[in-house]
């Protein structure tokens, strides 16, 4: 049970892995509040240079000698205790009082009027889409995304009513820490197979979710036909635009400025983000997709925009976690259906231990065994080195992808 605390008496704040999409949207809110926030993290970031700017103080490394000792409260990731319980140890015994990131956004949300998006696949995207109707509706907002806005690229907005809509993260039942007046659920299928037994345990974890909302939206079949044109592509983006119409309506918001916002949303970054284009016609495009599901929903997306023949899709992906690559690693190898060429990066396994039975080499193997094309490489260097002498040209389409840092390799070879 989590000890109640008044966030109007703590004058600073240090976070543990500053950083992250959503730890930094929690500083981020400390600091619109007058509040002192220090910080550590591993390495910097797009989002700790913005945080620096915003007046945050944050430190290179992790130990608690970075944490001031005049701090009233830590705030950690969900990971900390799990991948490094010796320096979670130390975080406890200095007596300062602990919250995780989940911890804190259900302190943040207990007063306000939460909807939470919750779902395996589709949260950021249909959490950013129902905040645009919000906004655009007056109804004035705070908002927790897990990526960044493509128009202020941020993952905040602050509001000043009680409306608080939150992405809700199902890892190791995070979200349970959350009790919204509306609950929508994207979708559930099996995935986080590190935490969750099966799909069996996940689905439990929603039905006691759904048990502490007020009111939840699951079925929105009956609104697709009132999706408008989007500028986002894909069936799956219909869909999410479903979820968002089907909490507008719920919210008493006119179907007619629903759809208006709706077809003025240009996404959020790293969702099938468009990156650029060169001087020789190769389109760049960057996407999180790192579940088989997620990234049969952008290649076909893809496709939509660019069909077979008109333009040739190469990929290059990374995989996210030995535990999941392996759950799903069928999956995995029919997912890349349609594409010309798959490359693929080192598995990014975060704090996961290595598992040698599983390799980014033998998924290679699997894909072409489906009849794809792919090949694997031992570290990044190679990747570029490989990307950089392709003869891309006007009908080549290149996509990193994954949740780790595959964007970095079309970074440096095409200087986004």
Do not use: W
Request: aromatic share 10%.
């Amino acid at each position: 049970m989590v000890v109640e605390m008044d966030l109007k008496k703590i004058k600073k704040v240090f976070f543990v892995g500053i950083g992250g999409i959503g730890i930094s949207a929690i500083a981020r809110l400390m600091l619109a509040s007058g509040k002192e926030v220090f910080g550590s993290d591993i390495g910097e970031s797009n989002i700790t240079d913005e945080l620096k700017k915003l007046g945050a103080k944050i430190e290179l490394g992790q130990g608690i000698e970075l944490v001031p000792k005049d701090v009233g409260l830590i705030v950690y990731s969900i990971a900390v205790p799990k991948y490094d319980p010796e320096f979670f140890k130390k975080l406890q015994s200095l007596h300062i009082p602990l919250r995780s990131y989940p911890e804190m956004l259900g302190l943040l949300t207990k007063d306000k009027f939460t909807i939470a998006i919750a779902g395996t696949h589709g949260k950021t995207t249909t959490t950013a889409m129902i905040a645009k109707i919000l906004i655009d509706a007056k109804k004035d907002p705070t908002v927790i995304v897990g990526s960044l806005f493509m128009d202020n690229q941020s993952n905040l907005v602050i509001g000043q009513s009680n409306f608080f809509v939150v992405e809700a993260c199902e890892y190791e039942r995070s979200f349970l820490n959350l009790k919204p007046k509306i609950l929508v659920i994207t979708n559930i299928e099996t995935d986080h197979l590190d935490y969750y037994k099966d799909l069996a345990d996940i689905k439990s974890a929603f039905t006691e979710l759904s048990a502490q909302s007020e009111k939840v939206i699951s079925d929105y079949a009956k609104y697709l036909e009132k999706v408008p044109k989007l500028l986002v592509p894909g069936k799956h983006n219909k869909m999410n635009a479903a979820a968002a119409l089907a909490t507008a309506d719920m919210l008493g918001i006119k179907d007619a400025d629903a759809q208006k916002s709706l077809a003025s949303f240009s996404g959020t970054s790293r969702r099938l983000q468009k990156k650029g284009e060169t001087k020789g016609g190769v389109v760049i495009y960057d996407d999180y997709a790192h579940h088989p599901t997620e990234i049969k929903a952008s290649l076909q997306a893809l496709r939509e925009l660019f069909p077979k023949g008109s333009k040739k899709i190469t990929v290059l992906f990374q995989p996210h976690l030995y535990s999941r690559t392996k759950a799903l690693f069928d999956d995995f190898a029919k997912s890349f259906f349609g594409v010309d060429k798959v490359f693929l990066l080192p598995i990014y396994f975060a704090r996961e231990e290595k598992d040698e039975s599983i390799s980014s080499e033998k998924l290679a193997e699997a894909i072409c065994l489906e009849g794809g094309d792919a090949a694997a490489f031992p570290d990044f260097i190679s990747a570029e080195k490989a990307v950089s002498v392709l003869n891309f040209g006007p009908n080549d389409v290149f996509v990193t992808m994954g949740a780790g840092e595959a964007y970095k390799v079309a970074d440096k070879i095409f200087n986004f």
